[in-house]
């Protein structure tokens, strides 16, 4: 059953769209709009615009964009009735009765249950004679009972069917344990336990809700560590373990280590700043969910191959998010929770403050690969160094680590200077050319960034997106605006906005491009938030109504004409016929 249209405007109007941004972006009003960095792609400089008076966001890097339900649709990954739901909640208001338990709202609450039950059970085999094997592994690892009942950790049985059976008995059937990712059917059509004969770290999200579980293995089967997969609740690049518990911390800085077994050791020993990635490498979404709740991230990865190019790849990721990195290198220890088995958690509180900026991280990375006695080697040194500060913004930063990088291969330091300028000078040009050959013409700038909504005759689309601005800038304008049809549009999506427009209108609701969200998808209301954050006055806004309407219907007719007529002449008798009706 659909959401009535006036419990979405009631919605719209109760949760203000500055207000919602506010809790997952840092803004600043800058003139008449609100600006931040884009919580959907990495940047360095704010190109997210959020605008209190048409109630819309749009960023002109990545081109997402739409109203409050749309970026909580995005931001939480949630289908629209669901963001709807969280909406409805933040702002006090009760659903529809109709709605409660409707739809996709229904399945998604059934899951969250499901896997709350599947955690109480993993949880209370601890204490069944059959996990020995698990509460020793726990034990070895030095866990202690406070540690293992905060964090909620199990044990599956080496069993086909345990989880099954015990969740059969709670009334959930087969086929939901196989949407929550808790069961696996082969290709003989047998249903059977995901999880067995491991120990198991339910996966909690940052409203406290078990989305979904990470299991290791007690012996040399593999994987060694297996992991839900993605379902409707539980997304493993939008999700950190243990965040619902470090988002609470007082220190202002993430811990980012490599397992959960290094996150919870941190956690045990004080440090509840620590957060683990999913099964996964670090993600675009992983770093701006971090980028809510500390200003500084310090990666704890293993010191190994692998976790040296994690964590170069995953400083690529957060340079750009403004979030200050750092890189902690433990000593004497494969990794965190191993370094503060041996040496406790003063030592390791000393080696956070001893953990280097991702600047001097990068330039020893580099360094350890050339042998800096041989000339040729030590070239190649000094070109790829070269390269690694000429991307820094701040000049001070080129002088300080240029130096410290031709001071480490004993070259000249001014003219270490003088190459990384020359190759910064090399990046700028490059990527200003880049940028000239993606705005060739004025007819390139005004096509839509979504290929799909190509515009085939531009002239006529950029009137009807006056058209959509006057309408929702100015409602009584719809009355005149009815002049136009659906299908006098070029653009089908632009048609498509329109008529919905004028439906509303029809039926005397509010014009608000922010109550569409329902009706286009995504890429769609990011276009048309992309059209509404271009200017346009309404000092004279019946007269450029008229131009536009009177610009869309000639080229109309120039589209409809097929016997060679003069558009003027043609358009004209098109009017003509229209006022004799």
Request: charged share 25%; aromatic share 8%; glycine share 8%.
């Amino acid at each position: 059953m659909p959401i009535p249209d006036s419990f979405i405007d009631e919605l719209v109007a109760r949760n203000d769209i500055v207000d919602t941004v506010s809790s997952y972006v840092a803004l600043t009003k800058k003139g008449s709009n609100y600006w931040g960095l884009c919580p959907f792609h990495n940047e360095k400089t704010p190109s997210f615009s959020v605008s209190a008076s048409k109630q819309i966001y749009h960023c002109f890097g990545c081109g997402k964009g739409g109203g409050v339900i749309s970026f909580v649709m995005e931001q939480e990954n949630l289908a629209f009735p669901d963001a709807v739901r969280l909406l409805a909640q933040r702002a006090g208001l009760e659903m529809p009765e109709e709605l409660q338990n409707a739809g996709d709202g229904k399945r998604r609450e059934r899951l969250l249950q499901l896997n709350r039950e599947a955690a109480r059970y993993f949880h209370a085999n601890l204490s069944q004679p059959e996990a020995r094997a698990g509460v020793d592994y726990l034990n070895h690892r030095g866990l202690s009972r406070r540690t293992v009942t905060n964090f909620g950790l199990g044990y599956a049985p080496d069993s086909w069917d345990g989880l099954i059976s015990a969740m059969s008995a709670r009334g959930y059937t087969k086929g939901d344990l196989l949407e929550g990712g808790l069961a696996v059917k082969n290709s003989s059509g047998r249903i059977y336990d995901r999880f067995r004969g491991r120990v198991m770290f339910p996966i909690i999200d940052i409203r406290g809700n078990v989305i979904g579980f990470g299991g290791r293995v007690l012996d040399d089967s593999t994987p060694k560590y297996l992991n839900s997969p993605d379902t409707p609740v539980y997304n493993k690049s939008r999700n950190l373990f243990a965040l619902n518990i470090a988002k609470k911390s007082k220190r202002g800085q993430m811990i980012l280590t490599e397992g959960y077994m290094d996150t919870i050791s941190l956690h045990q020993a004080g440090f509840d700043c620590a957060v683990a990635s999913l099964g996964t490498s670090l993600t675009q979404e992983h770093a701006q969910l971090l980028s809510r709740y500390a200003k500084e991230v310090i990666i704890a990865y293993d010191g190994d191959g692998a976790g040296v190019n994690a964590a170069q790849r995953a400083i690529r990721i957060f340079e750009k998010t403004g979030l200050q990195v750092k890189i902690l290198q433990v000593q004497g220890a494969k990794d965190p929770d191993e370094f503060i088995k041996k040496y406790g958690p003063e030592a390791f509180e000393r080696l956070l403050t001893q953990s280097e900026n991702h600047i001097e991280y990068r330039l020893l990375q580099v360094q350890k690969k050339y042998n800096l006695e041989e000339d040729s080697q030590k070239v190649a040194y000094l070109k790829e160094a070269a390269g690694l500060v000429a991307g820094l913004t701040s000049p001070v930063e080129r002088e300080v680590y240029g130096r410290k990088a031709a001071q480490a291969a004993r070259f000249d330091a001014a003219a270490m200077m003088q190459e990384v300028e020359r190759t910064r000078k090399s990046q700028t040009w490059k990527a200003r050319k880049q940028e000239e050959r993606r705005e060739l013409t004025p007819a390139v700038q005004s096509q839509p960034k979504n290929r799909a909504f190509k515009y085939e005759n531009v002239s006529s689309a950029l009137a009807e997106e006056g058209v959509l601005r006057l309408v929702l800038l100015d409602p009584t304008l719809a009355r005149k605006a009815e002049a136009l049809k659906q299908e006098d549009f070029s653009s089908p999506l632009l048609g498509k906005i329109f008529g919905l427009l004028l439906q509303r209108w029809r039926e005397g609701k509010e014009l608000q491009a922010a109550a569409l969200a329902g009706a286009l998808e995504p890429e769609e209301m990011s276009h048309l938030a992309s059209i509404l954050q271009k200017p346009e006055s309404l000092a004279n806004g019946e007269q450029a109504l008229s131009d536009y309407i009177r610009k869309i219907q000639m080229e109309q007719v120039k589209r409809a004409n097929a016997n060679g007529l003069d558009p003027l002449l043609a358009y004209r008798e098109k009017k003509a016929m229209e006022d004799r009706k």
